[in-house]
């Protein structure tokens, strides 16, 4: 069957962000008042303090209602599983005896051995399904019912999505190589390891080639599951192994294949859809992923505001805000797009833990994990915990958490930071990394000085491991703060996303009234928490009730950290923008405007502030359903068509960083450079290739791609005349730090003009020129 392609022209994507023990995992706030019932609910047992200003912790204990419920829900569960629950065990106990005394009975002291051995599982089971029923009853008389908003969040975040890219790319409709070409720069990279997986003869056999890789940074072996953060790739090339060797064993078809007519003379292609073909598996697990968060997004807002309504207005404000919360649909092979959703589960266990009074073992070890699913895919992970812990220990210095809670969090920090460093194979940049030293220094100093504990730790640790990969870090906040230049911070400031904050950012803030409805509730958390900070002795000798919700505040200085992140580096946005929505959540909270409940139901001020940001919110939704194109890059396809027929297996490539990921995933050649700029050596590797966009003499540059082992280099024009500020094309970069050459031609114009003698043109089209290093 053949299928034509999309007429017309690409509409442009949007900029990428121009880019144990024993509690439950979850304890709401007390159910809402009942309409009808709100007048005489809002009257404490005492007669003095309202129910919806009292702590949860107060509440809970007075609260002989849910106690009940979950004591009946325990001997309904005993009646229905009998013998697996205390009561039904010991019968069957008996029973058992008395069978076995025909046979010969056992003594008592080895019935006894045997109670005590049960015994431990069943307190156990006892205390778990106790608190499962408290949970349940507390958390919402109609828990379902939330479960089913849930679910239905998420399911249309994926199909958004997924719809999205569709449009963008027409993904169902391109070849092999097309699609292989569509994941641009570090996605690519990403993605070559996957492929690496599924290609292999096995699974394991796969798995030691990414380990003991070749052809990433030539000559050099590496391993790349150590240097990439790659586990997502592993998992899901696992999956997908597993996926087609079932289906295969049971003869059900993974995928269909057709004959795409392009047009334009260009020849027919084939193309494959279904979860058989390697790339649709991979994009279609990434937005699966990502609409589960949404779910959890929706379980969040509910959870940190109390109601329902709390959780539908975050994810509505996320809707409303989507192209500023997230670039899944147009970049899925970004590590982001596998980190975040497991940074929304971590916050909202770490929500649970600040609002509980008492910790539980439990609780701890899945905030480790969860720490551990977000910082194993991304290598940035571990700044974003930076603001978290400093945004805890600020919490515990206003006296909102006590000591033991604080030392409890970070133990579960320490504890996920160590299974890292194990699971990267002692990648040192985590032991180096401020997040280490602000652990260690938090749990052991406090005041200002945990700052200057911090800073002097971490240099200090770079020291003693010699460890400078992170550098760039700390030169590119010294930029953003005082205009420092050199070559590796230009290569990250005249990019888009790490440029500041657009000044259009808030304005679309603004707009959808997502901006003015957190700074209401930042407000009222601030003057809340001054209150408790200068009342709180008071309070307490007058046995009064005050405003004691350190989740609530967390929260809030969260919010702080993630706003100066955005404004430093504009891509950061992506904590930023979900982070105000969880924030608007709050509008549903009794412990912040229980005043205003008492005259007004809360159903009625979330649809009025849902019907006023739908005005530009929806539309907002109607620009994304708009882009239409198809993905076409017909240059870099003759460029890696002419690589796989005319050059050898071994031929080492070097050139622009975007191009080089394409080289290496489908071109399957050595490359000597690729998009992952973090590691100090790369970036060394990647100064040196670019001196050919540098004024240096063109002997030179041959001299030193020889010691890398170059045998072809792609030059492209583009780079050499694109400029996207003052300052920043690439010559311009080059004279920061090459004052003995400025004034001179570039060597890229040079070489476009005539490569010889020191170069040979081998291939030639509109965008791409493949030159040969000719040797001595």
């Known amino acids: 069957m053949v299928r034509p392609r999309r007429g017309g022209?690409?509409?442009?994507?949007?900029?990428?962000?121009?880019?144990?023990?024993?509690?439950?995992?979850f304890q709401p706030a007390p159910p809402p008042p009942q309409e009808g019932k709100q007048q005489q609910q809002q009257q404490g047992p005492r007669g003095d303090v309202p129910a919806a200003e009292r702590s949860p912790s107060r509440a809970a204990s007075g609260d002989d209602e849910p106690a009940a419920a979950a004591a009946s829900l325990v001997r309904g569960l005993q009646r229905s599983l009998g013998r697996q629950l205390p009561g039904g065990a010991s019968c069957a106990m008996r029973r058992g005896g008395g069978g076995a005394g025909r046979k010969g009975a056992k003594s008592e002291c080895q019935r006894e051995e045997k109670r005590d051995k049960l015994g431990e599982w069943q307190d156990w089971l006892r205390a778990a399904v106790k608190e499962a029923g408290v949970f349940i009853v507390r958390a919402d008389s109609k828990i379902w019912v939330t479960l089913v908003m849930a679910a239905v969040a998420g399911i249309l975040h994926w199909l958004h999505i997924t719809n999205l890219f569709e449009n963008d790319r027409h993904f169902s409709h391109l070849s092999t190589l097309e699609r292989e070409m569509a994941f641009r720069t570090e996605m690519g990279l990403y993605y070559s390891y996957f492929k690496t997986i599924i290609e292999a003869p096995s699974f394991w056999n796969g798995l030691w080639m990414v380990m003991n890789d070749k052809l990433t940074e030539y000559p050099l072996v590496i391993n790349t599951l150590k240097r990439f953060n790659l586990y997502p790739e592993v998992v899901l090339a696992s999956w997908y192994r597993m996926y087609t060797s079932t289906m295969n064993f049971t003869g059900i078809p993974t995928?269909?294949?057709?004959?795409?007519?392009?047009?334009e003379g260009l020849s027919p292609v084939e193309s494959c859809e279904g979860w058989g073909d390697p790339a649709s598996f991979y994009v279609a697990m990434i937005f699966l992923l990502n609409g589960l968060m949404v779910s959890v997004f929706f379980l969040y807002g509910t959870y940190l505001s109390g109601s329902r309504f709390g959780g539908l207005l975050t994810v509505a404000c996320y809707f409303f805000n989507h192209g500023e919360s997230t670039r899944v649909m147009w970049t899925p092979p970004l590590r982001e797009s596998f980190s975040?959703?497991?940074?929304?589960?971590?916050?909202?266990?770490?929500?649970?833990?600040?609002?509980?009074?008492?910790?539980?073992r439990r609780s701890l070890i899945a905030l480790s994990v969860s720490n551990v699913f977000f910082m194993l895919p991304w290598q940035?992970?571990?700044?974003?915990?930076?603001?978290?812990?400093?945004?805890i220990f600020a919490i515990y210095i206003i006296g909102f958490i006590e000591a033991s809670k604080l030392q409890k969090i970070l133990y579960a920090h320490m504890a996920s930071l160590g299974i890292c460093f194990v699971l990267m194979f002692g990648n040192a940049m985590l032991l180096t990394s401020y997040y280490a030293a602000s652990l260690i220094v938090s749990w052991a100093i406090e005041g200002l000085s945990c700052l200057f504990g911090t800073i002097t730790l971490k240099f200090l640790m770079c020291l003693i491991f010699?460890?400078?990969?992170?550098?760039?870090?700390?030169?590119?906040?010294?930029?953003k703060l005082t205009g420092y230049r050199d070559f590796d911070t230009s290569m990250?400031?005249?990019?888009?996303?790490?440029?500041f904050m657009e000044k259009e950012t808030p304005v679309k803030y603004l707009k959808t009234l997502l901006l003015p409805v957190v700074l209401a509730i930042f407000s009222?958390?601030?003057?809340?928490?001054?209150?408790?900070?200068?009342?709180?002795?008071?309070?307490h000798e007058r046995h009064e009730d005050h405003f004691n919700h350190g989740e609530i505040v967390f929260h809030a200085v969260q919010l702080i950290f993630f706003t100066v992140l955005a404004i430093l580096i504009m891509r950061l946005k992506l904590f930023l923008t979900p982070h105000m929505c969880i924030m608007a959540s709050l509008i549903c909270s009794k412990q912040l405007f229980g005043w205003v409940f008492c005259k007004v139901q809360p159903a009625t001020v979330v649809i009025i502030v849902l019907a006023m940001m739908a005005f530009q919110g929806i539309e907002n939704l109607q620009k994304e359903w708009s882009i239409v194109g198809e993905f076409s890059n017909i240059p870099q396809e003759e460029l890696l068509l002419w690589i796989q027929k005319n050059t050898k297996k071994d031929a080492v490539f070097a050139g622009a960083m975007p191009t080089m990921a394409s080289v290496k995933l489908s071109a399957l050649r050595p490359i000597v450079n690729h998009p992952h700029y973090e590691d100090a050596g790369l970036r060394a590797r990647t100064k040196i290739v670019y001196s050919m966009y540098s004024r240096k003499p063109a002997k030179e540059v041959k001299r030193k791609l020889l010691k890398l082992g170059v045998n072809y280099y792609i030059l492209e024009d583009s780079w050499c005349l694109r400029r996207t500020k003052p300052g920043c094309s690439m010559p311009e970069i080059w004279d920061i730090e090459d004052l003995a050459n400025v004034g001179k031609v570039p060597l890229c114009n040079l070489m476009s003009m005539d490569s010889r003698p020191y170069f040979r043109t081998v291939f030639k089209n509109s965008v791409y020129k493949v030159l040969e290093v000719t040797r001595e």
């Not at 995928?255 to 047009?263: A, I």
């Not at 940074?343 to 009074?357: E, G, H, K, N, S």
């Not at 940035?380 to 945004?391: D, E, K, Y």
């Not at 010699?466 to 930029?479: E, F, P, V």
Request: glycine share 6%; net charge positive; proline share 3%.
């Open 492 to 499: 990250y400031t005249c990019a888009v996303e790490f440029d």
């Open 9 to 25: 022209g690409k509409a442009a994507a949007p900029p990428l962000y121009a880019s144990s023990g024993g509690g439950a995992l």
């Open 524 to 539: 009222v958390i601030v003057v809340k928490t001054f209150q408790h900070a200068v009342f709180h002795n008071e309070c």
């Open 380 to 391: 940035f992970a571990q700044f974003v915990l930076l603001t978290q812990v400093a945004s």
């Open 255 to 263: 995928k269909k294949c057709w004959s795409v007519n392009r047009g």
């Open 466 to 479: 010699g460890i400078s990969d992170d550098a760039h870090i700390s030169n590119l906040l010294k930029a």
């Open 340 to 360: 975040y959703p497991f940074l929304v589960v971590q916050m909202l266990l770490l929500t649970y833990i600040l609002r509980t009074q008492n910790v539980s």
